[in-house]
């Protein structure tokens, strides 16, 4: 197994949890993303992007990371590059770390669909901010290890079908869930979460709570 962090520009409360998930792990930062770094204790490798969002102080601080400069007018975000090079250098599990809030809405819904989608491929990946865990859910069965009480919603993509909740304060059976539906949002784990869908995408959002 190779797991690797990426570091994006959106929001990043540091956590027990999240400095766990990341111990270890190889590192890419995607532009302003590598500001998370030192409160994370870790080292990027690799520092990619347009460098459009990279203070003075950035640039003087991690001067010594090998960077992968790109111009402003491309055809994917920073953080697609970064995902990209983290799969060509052999990544098999991927912890997108920031991938939610900042000034962009757009790249946090394209992190969350742009997951999804690599999911689908067969890859583990999930996205955190800390205070927030998204954990894409396409065919098959989930086990996760949240505490209970631990509030968490899952979001359609697509129609599900054959979609089974177990270890919640409302736990569903065999479910079918159309597009756009609010019925799982605002749900809370009681026990041990186990979530399995026969078919359809959707996203898994958690809040861990913080000791």
Not at 96 to 103: I, R
Not at 153 to 167: D, W
Request: glycine residues 10%; hydrophobic residues 45%; charged residues 15%.
């Amino acid at each position: 197994m190779s797991k690797f962090v990426l570091l994006l520009g959106g929001t990043v409360q540091v956590t027990d949890r999240l400095l766990q998930q990341v111990a270890g792990a190889r590192v890419l930062a995607a532009d302003g993303g590598i500001a998370h770094a030192s409160s994370l204790r870790l080292k990027p490798e690799l520092w990619l992007g347009d460098f459009d969002s990279t203070s003075p102080e950035l640039e003087e601080q991690y001067a010594h990371v090998p960077r992968q400069v790109f111009p402003a007018a491309k055809d994917m975000t920073d953080g697609e590059l970064a995902l990209n090079e983290a799969y060509r250098l052999g990544a098999t599990e991927i912890i997108l770390c920031g991938a939610f809030g900042g000034e962009r809405t757009d790249h946090t819904l394209l992190h969350l669909t742009m997951a999804v989608a690599h999911a689908a491929q067969g890859r583990k990946i999930i996205l955190s901010s800390g205070s927030e865990e998204a954990h894409p859910l396409v065919g098959g069965e989930y086990t996760f290890d949240f505490a209970d009480e631990t509030q968490f919603s899952i979001v359609a993509f697509s129609q599900l079908h054959g979609l089974f909740i177990n270890g919640a304060r409302w736990p569903l059976e065999n479910v079918e869930l159309s597009f756009g539906s609010s019925l799982t949002v605002s749900n809370a784990v009681c026990g041990n979460l186990h979530v399995s869908l026969h078919s359809g995408k959707a996203i898994l959002i958690a809040a861990p709570q913080v000791a």
